[in-house]
Nanobody
Framework: QVQLVESGGGLVQAGGSLRLSCTAS????????MGWFRQAPGKEREFVSA??????RYADSVKGRFVISRDNAKNTVYLQMNSLKPDDTAVYYC?????????????????WGQGTQVTVSS
């Protein structure tokens, strides 16, 4: 059973930064698409960013502010979040998908972390 464990969430003022981390137990981590999604209260879960090898994708709402990266030697994916806004407040989830999946389609992801809360105050 694959486990994904997120960390790095917290409370930050608008304009601040946070870095989320997600460590996976997959033995073949480097072959998986790793994605970040978020869900705000009363809203549906939405795509934030994903990475596979050198291919990265971002939601328009975070483009230019968030940076995704991965360290395959550590089985870890990161999400550096800069210039945070109150609208970024949500539970952030890490997920993994097999090669060939659509980066931004949550139903294509096979494994999910438990989520980490990010709260941005105005």
């Amino acid at each position: 059973q694959v486990q994904l464990v997120e960390s790095g969430g917290g409370l930050v003022q608008a304009g601040g930064s946070l870095r989320l981390s997600c460590t996976a137990s997959q033995e073949t981590f480097s072959t998986y698409i790793m994605g970040w999604f978020r869900q705000a209260p009363g809203k549906e879960r939405e795509f934030v960013s994903a990475i596979m090898q050198s291919n990265m994708r971002y939601a328009d709402s975070v483009k230019g502010r968030f940076v995704i990266s991965r360290d395959n030697a550590k089985n870890t994916v990161y999400l550096q979040m800069n210039s945070l806004k109150p609208d970024d407040t949500a539970v952030y989830y890490c997920a993994s998908a097999r090669y060939g999946a659509e980066f931004d389609r949550d139903e294509d992801y096979d494994y999910w972390g438990q989520g980490t809360q990010v709260t941005v105050s105005s």
